[in-house]
């Protein structure tokens, strides 16, 4: 990639003149700090907050009884669809505050309201609660148990769902007659996403209208605004939600959270502003953790290696309560793509989902189709280890081929459009694969390890939940267009992105093309319909609509230049940027300016489209080297090939590629959210036992595209956001049982740590 931009957010960005929601101030405000359970699982006896009311500065101290007193909602979860059987999910009631009993360490028991949040902090020592202990059940194994202590009283067995994808028999019978099998299981952690900013909310009432004003960082606020609703009872527009800035989010920004609906009853019992900043070690404790599924894979293949069945035997942990999208996480998303991008005539997945003595799961970069795409490709590699086939021709033997699209896979899904040979041939030249055993060879003369691995992965950009995706367009008194739709940047550039989809459609060139245009990501003055963030879908949904908006404007605008260039409408001509007729002509943007003054302005217009899924696919190769003395791993090399489709900004392109490789590697190699088996303490609270990744972890990373553009939206676009994560977890985790292999190490659980690493080579070679 030769092309660099400098993105229209970067200036405020670098310069920190943006507002995140730490930010905004609100006059006579108040702070709020939150009392949390220091234990997983305990019955309330009783919880005394007269000390804390007592200290000067303490304006109110709420507890699960004034939760109960409000009449407000349980937080809002569970997925509406039926699992075996017809079942529906089983649901607990979940309060914003803790009522009778705490289900997990760090789940909001009291909420302290002061003059600052070192005061409201300081008064939470002095809540004296008396619990009866509990014994607490971590993972979903421990939580399944015969006879294991159970959470909620109306939820036997602690068993939330139970679901399943595709045709049993079919998958059963290709079994019985299959020549060759493979069986794998893939253990994929609990992870902390730990975005840069820390979750923070601030909340004001107004009791004459009845209408809450919050700031809060969100994903889309839209969704933001229908989670609060759900929670609180109240008719959506009685909710305003304001976001500007949004420093990550990764899935885990996309619903409202406890802390949320306590501290708008605060605002409203106290008719002030309460204001709650988040520390790190509460993000650790309370914002929902990502992963926590178990995926045991058989695969069926006949002599020559066709593949003849897929089938999946998945657990998933639910943590304490239901998220939202928790459920989904652990049914759906992962039997979607369940077949990758691979024909596979029978496919079959059975997943158990359980609650646990743990803080919930929901979404996190890419919800399940990185775990699902690493388990498949684990499980393709060992298929050809174990039965004596090329790992790459392996592939190529089962890929769909472009022909077949759109293809409806053995369970029900159907892909638009690929091209997964050409994509991996391209990344195998990226990677120099057919060099890798010379480079193999320098290592063992260093005494290192070394492994190559691949992974050709398809994921699912999401369809939404909203009916369709607007783009609202409308001109202010100095003729600057002013663009608001849904989707809520958290990073990736969806300024820069959306004018550069709106200057191409009004033909608008040079460096300073888009300074007439403002972008509105949730804009409090007009409802705009259409999905937020989440599921790779901003640009092909929110950027879909944004490409419509071109044309819709040069439309709406054609009666008016006509009559100001003296013209009928059917003489007059639009091109770069102007429209021309009886030889004059006049830019768009003066005659936006010739119009202003009248409110709606005679240019604003409105765009929608309604933008179905699709499916980014890809190919990453990773290389590793590995120290026996010590079990560290470099990743010395790493290659990126991606059709995401049609490309509008390939610098957003490949920060986003760089930085989802960057979490998927981090997960192989260190994070892990770790919880006492017995006390059901969080033992990785800190930064101090969890490692995050960080730049230096890859020095070297390429990155190309292929892109087959889609049909399924407006852009020809397929997302990116969750592709590099998608990737990285399979090709990296192949990579690193390329190199231990030989050594005589079959099989590896992630994280790979240092430590785990070394243990493993120790015990092999004692062997």
């Not at 609703?229 to 990550?248: D, F, N, Q």
């Amino acid at each position: 990639m030769t092309e660099k931009t400098i993105r229209r957010e970067d200036a405020r960005l670098l310069t920190g003149v943006g507002r995140y929601t730490a930010d905004w101030n609100l006059p006579g405000q108040l702070h709020a700090f939150f009392l949390r359970s220091d234990r997983a699982h305990a019955d309330i006896a009783s919880i005394d907050t007269k000390a804390a009311l007592a200290r000067p500065g303490v304006h109110a101290v709420l507890t699960g009884a004034d939760y109960a007193a409000s009449g407000w909602k349980s937080l809002p979860g569970g997925v509406p669809y039926d699992g075996v059987g017809g079942q529906k999910q089983k649901k607990p009631f979940w309060p914003a505050l803790a009522q009778g009993k705490v289900h997990y360490v760090g789940q909001p028991v009291a909420l302290v309201v002061a003059d600052s949040a070192a005061l409201a902090q300081d008064a939470t020592e002095e809540i004296a609660v008396e619990y009866g202990d509990l014994p607490a059940v971590v993972g979903f194994d421990a939580a399944a148990k015969p006879g294991a202590p159970q959470l909620h009283a109306d939820i036997p067995g602690n068993l939330a769902f139970e679901y399943e994808s595709g045709d049993r028999a079919a998958v059963e019978a290709a079994f019985a007659g299959a020549a060759l099998k493979s069986r794998l299981t893939v253990r994929s952690q609990r992870l902390v996403g730990n975005p840069i900013e820390p979750r923070a909310f601030l909340a004001s009432f107004d009791a004459g209208s009845g209408v809450f004003t919050v700031y809060s960082p969100s994903q889309g606020l839209n969704g933001m605004r229908g989670f609060l609703a759900a929670a609180t009872g109240l008719p959506g527009e009685k909710i305003r939600v304001v976001t500007e800035l949004v420093g990550g989010s990764f899935g885990i920004r996309s619903y409202s959270y406890a802390e949320h609906v306590a501290v708008m009853l605060a605002a409203q019992k106290l008719a002030r502003p309460v204001k709650w900043v988040a520390t790190r070690s509460e993000v650790f404790l309370s914002d929902n953790h990502g992963r926590g599924l178990t995926l045991t894979g058989e695969l069926a293949l006949a002599r020559d290696g066709k593949f003849l069945a897929l089938r999946f035997e998945d657990t998933a942990d639910l943590g304490a309560f239901s998220t939202p999208f928790g459920p989904q996480i652990g049914s759906r998303n992962i039997t979607i793509t369940m077949g990758g991008v691979y024909r596979i005539p029978a496919m079959h997945a059975h997943t158990l989902i359980g609650y646990s003595n743990a803080v919930p799961v929901s979404a996190y970069r890419g919800a399940g189709r990185p775990d699902i795409a690493c388990a498949i490709e684990r499980l393709v590699d060992r298929a050809a280890v174990e039965h004596g086939f090329d790992p790459i021709e392996l592939r190529r033997k089962n890929f769909i081929p472009p022909e077949a699209m759109p293809y409806k896979t053995a369970n029900g899904t159907t892909y638009d459009c690929g091209e997964f040979e050409n994509v991996m041939d391209k990344a195998l030249g990226l990677a120099d694969w057919k060099g890798f055993p010379a480079r193999r060879e320098r290592s063992k003369r260093e005494g290192k390890l070394r492994g190559i691995g691949i992974a050709t992965f398809l994921e699912a950009s999401a369809a939404g939940l909203a009916p369709k995706d607007q783009a609202f367009a409308r001109f202010d008194q100095a003729g600057i267009l002013h663009v608001s739709c849904v989707s809520q940047s958290t990073g990736q550039g969806h300024e820069t992105a959306f004018v550069r989809i709106l200057c191409e459609g009004l033909g608008l060139v040079g460096e300073n093309a888009g300074e007439r245009i403002r972008i509105h990501e949730g804009n409090l003055d007009m409802t705009v319909v259409g999905n937020g963030t989440g599921g790779s879908r901003s640009l092909y949904g929110a950027g879909s609509a944004v490409k419509l908006l071109g044309p819709k404007l040069i439309e709406t605008a054609m009666p008016h230049a006509a009559a100001t260039l003296g013209a009928e409408a059917s003489a007059v001509e639009y091109r770069s940027g102007a429209f021309h007729a009886t030889g004059k002509h006049i830019s768009f943007f003066d005659l936006a300016q010739k119009l202003a003054g009248p409110s709606p302005h005679p240019m604003d217009c409105i765009a929608e489209g309604i933008f179905g899924a699709t499916f980014p696919n890809g190919c990453h190769i990773a290389e590793v080297e590995i120290d026996p003395e010590t079990g560290v791993i470099d990743v010395v090399n790493y290659a990126t090939v991606d059709d995401i489709g049609n490309v509008v900004d390939h610098t957003s392109v490949e920060g986003q590629v760089h930085g989802g490789v960057l979490q998927g590697v981090g997960q192989v190699l260190g994070e892990h959210a770790i919880y006492d088996s017995e006390t059901g303490q969080l033992l990785s609270g800190s930064f101090m036992d969890y490692p995050m990744p960080h730049a230096d972890l890859m020095p070297a990373i390429r990155c190309d595209e292929h892109p087959v553009p889609t049909k399924a939206n407006a852009l020809g676009a397929k997302g990116v956001g969750e592709s590099g994560t998608s990737g990285a977890l399979g090709a990296t985790m192949n990579a690193i049982l390329d190199a231990v292999r030989p050594a005589g190490i079959p099989d590896f659980d992630m994280p790979v740590t240092p430590d785990r690493m070394w243990r493993a080579l120790q015990n092999a070679r004692s062997k």
